[in-house]
């Protein structure tokens, strides 16, 4: 048996790698550079890539993680790749084989042996008896590194503010791009969001509610039909509480004219991936334009006011208080929005748009928040009202059909938490 195991994210090599018996894998970037939060120290035995690796997480989700439990795995493979070759082979072959083959790298504590060499290991492995560092090992084994540009590898949002947060490698998907922008365009037709909720996550228009939830879905559904056939044409799904021929004649209307004012002549593919990035854009602004959360200037969240603080939990517009900050669009009030906006557009990256269908209600769940609890105690009361948010509208929109989905719904939907937390004013005693 071989042990292999991750060094660690920061500071020197931790247990159970630093055992002896144990490989210890550091991580290095794609420019096989040592990751900033890797490991280090004399146990590092190799490195290998774990810096924005592909892999399938929660949901069967493909997500882009990092560290050196990304590392990890991949010697462990090139070990079983070893021992498949020849099951009679002792641990002892399979590790120093993986050793005497990996790439200099430099500096021992930091590198060890090297990077892993699949190709190299392999090769050498073909009529050994015995594998040793001294017949093998070469210090000039440096064989090039095929490394992906950075932008390429992260398929999630990145920047700052509410807007420059919805970036994506235009390089791979420059429509998509704009399209995550376009919304937010005078020319666009569908700039305001009390007159054009559908494309900005708002729950209502100056009438009745909107189903910002169904609106994303529907788009995305549109997205996948445009690779296949014309989006526009015998699509005749209802959305709940969205008119669903208006709202496909204003999406058309402004695909049309951003095709127009760039002076290209769209075809479905082009038209599809514009839609898409239209509907990130949606999701992303949920976040933004449908949050409730406590409205209060910088200086006054020190209090312990029970009662002054739940008057101030409302929706997040886009006001600026007396330091400045507008609620909505602000990454940095009340966080959890702003990461989810980022884990949610990921998701529907990562399946929706490279499956060409309708996004799954269920990546929704991907969304951070504040534990809402019965709390008993004043002080957890206050963290809560000071951290937390909620959506409204959020289970009317979603029709929860999961049991991780009413989960959510009972810790993030708007009308139901209130309920809740208004019952935790506090009497005043003259």
């Known amino acids: 048996m071989l042990f292999v195991a991750p060094a660690g994210n920061e500071g020197s090599v931790k247990y159970p790698a630093r055992y002896p018996e144990v490989m210890a894998v550091g991580s290095l970037n794609c420019n096989a550079e040592l990751a900033e939060d890797s490991s280090t120290g004399k146990s590092i035995e190799v490195v290998a890539p774990g810096e924005d690796v592909a892999a399938y997480g929660f949901m069967d989700i493909l997500e882009n993680d990092s560290g050196t439990s990304m590392a990890a795995p991949q010697v462990t493979a090139l070990a079983a790749m070893l021992w498949q070759q020849d099951l009679s082979k002792s641990n002892i072959f399979i590790r120093n084989l993986i050793d005497a083959t990996a790439n200099n790298l430099g500096d021992k504590e930091a590198y060890g042996y090297g990077l892993i060499d699949c190709e ?61 922008k376009w919304p937010d365009s005078v020319k666009s037709g569908v700039d305001i969001a009390t007159n054009n909720p559908e494309f900005h996550g708002f729950y209502k228009s100056q009438k009745e509610p909107v189903n910002y939830i169904a609106s994303a879905v529907y788009m995305t559904k549109l997205s996948g039909m445009a690779s296949k056939k014309d989006a526009w044409k015998d699509n005749k799904d209802g959305l709940y509480k969205v008119n669903a021929d208006d709202f496909r004649r204003r999406l058309k209307l402004s695909v049309k004219k951003y095709f127009e004012l760039h002076g290209k002549k769209a075809n479905l593919a082009d038209e599809g991936e514009l839609i898409f990035g239209m509907a990130l854009h949606t999701v ?113 929109f979603i029709k929860p059909t999961t049991t991780d989905l009413i989960k959510l719904c009972n810790q993030i939907d708007g009308e139901k938490i209130r309920g809740k937390i208004m019952g935790w004013e506090e009497k005043i005693v003259y």
């Not at 210090?139 to 540009?149: G, L, Q, R």
């Not at 029970?306 to 208080?321: C, M």
């Open 284 to 396: 992303a602004d949920m976040y933004a334009h449908s949050a409730w959360g406590l409205k209060i200037h910088k200086a006054e969240r020190t209090s312990t006011d029970i009662n002054f603080l739940l008057k101030k939990w409302q929706l997040l517009n886009h006001d600026k208080d007396s330091s400045a900050i507008p609620y909505a669009d602000d990454e940095d009030y009340i966080p959890e929005r702003y990461l989810s906006a980022q884990n949610v557009c990921k998701a529907m990256i990562d399946t929706a748009w490279l499956n060409h269908k309708e996004m799954n209600k269920i990546l929704y769940c991907r969304t951070e928040h504040y534990k809402y609890a019965d709390y008993k105690e004043k002080n957890d009361r206050l963290k809560y009202l000071k951290h937390a948010y909620t959506l409204m509208k959020f289970e009317d």
């Open 120 to 180: 190299k290991a392999l090769q050498e492995h073909k009529g050994m008896e015995m594998a040793s560092l001294d017949n093998i090992r070469s210090d000039d084994n440096d064989s090039p590194y095929i490394c992906t540009d950075k932008e390429e590898l992260e398929g999630f949002w990145k920047g700052a503010g509410h807007e420059k947060t919805m970036t994506l490698s235009g390089k791979k998907h420059p429509l998509m791009m704009d399209g995550v």
